[in-house]
């Protein structure tokens, strides 16, 4: 490995994956370290029964090689874990990635040489690299939340997060499992660990909104048509407000006959997956509106459930529907008619305690052989905070962040030149297809890099004032919607003591492409360009 690289990498997901590749093209010298053995990120490690993506396959793909778009055939609508993780090594080997990662090392220090304003990176293997240029690809959902329950370490059987589930798989056959946690990766994975397990206990603290994925294989036909349809697929979900080609229904949901309203909400229940939540422009702006899509779901998954008391805890009444990522399911609520799964209600008794052979509530044990940890992840943040990261005057990340994340559009952060963090707080991050977002910042970074160049300039670092505007409107933009009135992990609201700001830009993915762009072609207006 080169002791001195132009830029070093950290992450081997979908975002370091595009930015090793653009970045060598561009013909920099690039290192990339993965803590893991592979690529693929997050889907190198959530590797739980019924992983799947809740972004249509077909859009949750690179873009940048047309001959790539062309050649890979998804099967399903919504890919599973391994048809991802089986694409991105795909890429890697495609465009021979490889050799530029070193694999199984974890970053640990980045630290800033204020005279020649380059970054000195360890690693936790005793790697020292010297960069002009670092970039954060560490993922927005990858450092595991793992929940401080008494006992915890005591229990006898298995613990699996399913952020880091083991590579060989687990067989429950026969086995009494509880899972904590009913947000996405709980909700994905309950139907099938019910179909394996003798017993299974659903540790429920917050009921969550969930809508059916509507999974579909896909034929020859409906690929033909898709690849034949590509460019426009993607103009469309790059000017779109997810990164997907969705259309909400013209009208707010208010401005519209009740026959009307309902007949675009079957339509999105059928169509299935998290589009639900945008099928009139306002649905997560006024109460009003979000009433009409909530009541809309809660009569279709009472429905489903035959028991109306686990009906009635399966209903969120904390928050509007879509103000916390809307989950996606196979039949999550009818997982509950089986008679092998039993839902606890933490509400009402909350864990008190985990013993050797099993969970203690406060008005009952559980005898558990196996414990399933669904309980998510120190968001947005939690990856960067991981590494020491020492910027101008010796000032840490940590604590230039210790109120809450502050960045200029996403990717720049005062007293921190060169160092470009991807799909994080400050972006659009994951309320966008993340694919497309990767691309959209690892290209701009590039386009940064060759302005640099071109104008003789060493370095590029987002001026305070610009980065407390940037937080100003990120902020405002978020209270006139009713996403900050959840508590959710867009806020930090799962992990204790982590400030409450609401991290993900949310103007939408087209609109805040189009703000970085003006940025940059205004000559990164809000940015000291460096000069030697
Ligand atoms: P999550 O949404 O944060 O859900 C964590 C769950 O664990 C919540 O139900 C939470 O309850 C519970 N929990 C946490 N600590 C607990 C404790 N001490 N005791 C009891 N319950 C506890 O995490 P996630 O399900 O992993 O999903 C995170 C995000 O990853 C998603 O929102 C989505 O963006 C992404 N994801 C996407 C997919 C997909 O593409 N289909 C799949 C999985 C994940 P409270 O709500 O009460 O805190």
Redesign the pocket.
């Given at each position: 490995m080169p002791a001195k690289v132009d830029v070093v990498v950290v992450g081997a997901g979908f975002a370091g994956l595009y930015a090793l590749h653009k970045l060598r093209s561009e013909g920099l010298t690039v290192q990339v370290f993965e803590a893991g053995d592979g690529v693929g990120g997050v889907w190198y490690w959530n590797r739980y029964p019924g992983?799947?993506?809740?972004v249509e396959s077909v859009d949750y793909s690179y873009s940048f090689d047309e001959a790539l778009q062309q050649d890979w055939d998804w099967s399903e609508k919504y890919a599973t874990q391994p048809e991802i993780l089986r694409y991105v090594n795909h890429v890697a080997d495609r465009f021979d990635l490889r050799r530029n990662i070193k694999f199984g090392t974890r970053v640990t220090d980045m630290a800033l040489d204020e005279e020649t304003l380059r970054w000195e990176v360890q690693t936790e293997s005793g790697d020292v690299v010297s960069a002009r240029f670092c970039i954060l690809a560490v993922g927005p959902?990858s450092n595991a939340?793992f929940?401080a329950?008494e006992g915890l370490d005591s229990f006898d059987g298995g613990v699996y997060h399913?952020a880091h589930w083991p590579h060989e798989g687990v067989d429950f056959t026969g086995r009494r499992v509880g899972v904590?946690?009913?947000?996405?990766?709980?909700i994905?994975t309950i139907p099938r660990i019910a179909e394996q397990a003798a017993q299974l206990h659903v540790?429920q603290?917050?009921a969550?909104y969930s809508v059916p994925a509507g999974n579909v294989p896909l034929d020859d036909e409906t690929r033909e048509a898709q690849k034949a349809n590509y460019t426009e697929r993607r103009r469309l979900s790059m000017a779109s407000g997810g990164g997907s080609p969705h259309e909400a229904h013209p009208k707010s949901a208010l401005d519209v006959s009740e026959e009307e309203r309902r007949a675009a909400y079957e339509k999105r229940w059928e169509l299935g997956g998290v589009l639900f939540s945008k099928a009139f422009p306002d649905q997560l702006l006024t109460v009003d509106a979000n009433d009409t899509a909530r009541v809309f779901w809660e009569e279709k998954v009472r429905a489903v459930i035959d028991d109306p008391e686990v009906a009635e805890l399966l209903v969120p009444k904390d928050h509007p529907i879509g103000a916390k990522?809307i989950c996606?399911d196979d039949r999550y609520f009818q997982t509950y008619n089986r008679d092998n799964v039993h839902l606890v209600n933490?509400r009402a008794a909350p864990?008190e305690r985990i013993e050797a052979g099993g969970v203690h509530t406060a008005d009952a044990y559980y005898e558990i052989d196996d414990l399933v940890l669904?309980?998510?992840?120190d968001a947005m943040t939690g990856s960067v905070e991981k590494l020491r990261i020492v910027g101008r005057g010796g000032e840490t990340l940590n604590e230039a962040w210790a109120e809450g994340p502050k960045t200029y559009l996403g990717l720049g952060i005062a007293g921190f030149p060169n160092l470009f963090n991807l799909t994080g707080p400050g972006s659009p991050s994951?309320l966008a297809n993340m694919v497309l977002h990767s691309e959209l910042h690892v290209n701009w970074v590039a386009d940064a890099i060759g302005y640099l160049d071109a104008h003789g300039a060493v370095a590029l670092e987002a001026r305070p004032e610009a980065v407390a505007d940037w937080v100003k409107e990120c902020s405002e933009r978020a209270a006139a919607t009713l996403m900050p009135t959840a508590n959710s992990?867009y806020l930090g609201a799962?992990i204790p003591g982590k400030p409450r700001v609401f991290m993900p830009f949310v103007g939408g993915f087209g609109v805040y492409g189009r703000i970085i762009a003006e940025v940059a072609a205004a000559g990164y207006k809000g940015f000291d360009v460096i000069e030697e």
């Open positions: 992983a799947r993506c809740d959902l939340n929940p329950i399913t904590i946690g009913t947000g996405s990766s709980g994905q540790f603290r917050t969550n990522r996606t933490l864990i669904a309980t998510g992840f994951v992990w799962n």
